[in-house]
Structures are given as C-alpha cells and as structure tokens.
C-alpha cells in the first residue's frame, strides 16, 4: 500500500490527454461564448428598448437599466446564465493549450468571468461617454420619432 502511494505522488500531477483537433475545439468554444454573451445582450437590449420612452438612449437609460436589471431576479439569473455559459465556452476554447485540470478547470472560468466583467463595465463607460458626446456635438436633432410635435397633456378632471 506504501509503495503504491509513492508511486502515486511520484507521478505527479495529473495531466489532460492532447487534443486532436483544435480547429473543433475553438470553433465550439467561441460559438458557447457568442451563446453566453448574445442571450444576456439580448435580454438586456429588449429591456433598454421598453425602457427608453422618448426613443434617444441616454446615459440615464444606461444607469437605470443596469441598476434594474441587477436588482431583479429575473435579471440577476440572465446575467449569471450568461457568465457560466460564456464560462463554459472558454473552458471548451482553453482546452487545447491547458494541460493541468486544475487550470482548466478553475483558473480559466474565473479569468473568462473576470474579463466579461471588466470589458461590460468598459462597454458602458464608452456608451455612456458617446451618449454624452452625442448630446454636446448635436443637441437640437428630435431622435424621439415624434416628427417635431409634442403632444399636449391632458388635465385630470
């Protein structure tokens, strides 16, 4: 029993068989992330659709979507569908160059995690920046499908 153990230790870690095909394997792990991402900016497009009254996307509509939709459950389980499926594909993309479970397994779905968390919070900041460049650079051009008429508001009698 002793000797087996030390043979097992000698060993050292375990080690993920090389992969024939990595052509397969990229182009399936890249389809799951394209899966992951598109369902959550789906969701999160239809919302900010219903959202935007006046038909301008504005900085505000930006915010309260995001606060919104965090704050939801149906939200909060989009968003954490879409980071496990966009988890998965980078497992599936990361297999062919990753030998070590371990790595694959735990390293590469925190990293992918971590990057979609940062590039969405990037993703923001340049909607909300162009928002407000777009507001400066052309403030007088009616965006809201009105055709120049504003409807008057009725009197609660």
């Known amino acids: 029993m002793q000797d087996n153990l030390t043979a097992d ?3 050292g870690p375990r080690m ?3 992969v024939r095909s990595r052509a397969l394997w990229t182009a399936s792990g890249l389809a799951v992330q394209a899966a992951g991402l598109g369902g959550v900016t789906a969701f999160l497009w239809a919302k900010l659709r219903h959202q935007d009254l006046g038909g301008h996307v504005t900085a505000a509509t930006f915010r309260l979507m995001w606060h919104q939709e965090v704050h939801t459950h149906t939200g909060l389980a989009v968003l954490i569908t879409g980071a496990v499926i966009y988890a998965a594909g980078s ?5 062919p160059h990753v030998s070590r479970p371990v790595t694959l397994f735990i390293a590469v779905p925190v990293a992918a995690v971590a990057g979609m968390a940062v590039l969405g919070v990037l993703a923001l900041v340049v909607a909300v920046l162009l928002s407000a460049l ?3 650079l052309v403030p007088d051009i009616d965006l809201g499908g009105s055709g120049g008429r504003k ?4 009197r609660r009698q």
């Open 9 to 11: 230790a000698a060993a």
């Open 16 to 18: 993920l068989s090389p």
């Open 91 to 95: 497992v599936l993309l990361a297999r």
């Open 134 to 136: 777009g507001d400066q």
């Open 151 to 154: 409807r008057a508001r009725r």
